[in-house]
């Protein structure tokens, strides 16, 4: 059996709502439906659910009008033209945006590298060299 009843939280009422629309796993439902043995406020709840799902289903939405969309439309757009920020585009703030937020929140390069030592920074260098000398000989092999 449960521990609380599913109404009485609102993180718990979800499940009678998966229940009575069948989507809850197996134990959850033997669980929820021993509950139910007990509780007349869940029992209720989930035969009014299936009751409102069966009766939306039998539901025929009247087609809506070719008038009535054409005045929506009109009334939409003169509700977004009277709107004095409506013509602001803020594409190119959003770059901006990102920038600072990352700026902001990274820390400073100091903080997160010590600095090299000499001997990493002559090995770094004595690497750049060697990859210069290299790409100076592949193309002084393409220019023959």
Known sequence: MLQTC?????????????????RLDEDPSLALERHMEFCAECRQFVDQQRALWKALDRWDAEPVSLEFQ?????R?????????WAGISLKPAI???????????????????PPPSKEAQAAEATEQVLED??????????MK
């Open 70 to 74: 054409r005045r929506f439309w009109q």
């Open 6 to 22: 599913p109404l009485q939280s609102r993180d718990t009422a979800a499940v009678l709502l998966d229940y009575a629309a069948r």
């Open 76 to 84: 939409a757009e003169r509700a977004a033209a009277s709107r004095w």
């Open 133 to 142: 000398l290299d790409l100076l000989s592949q193309l002084q092999s393409q």
């Open 95 to 113: 770059p901006l945006a990102v920038l600072a937020v990352f700026l902001l929140a990274a820390p400073p390069r100091a903080a997160m590298d």
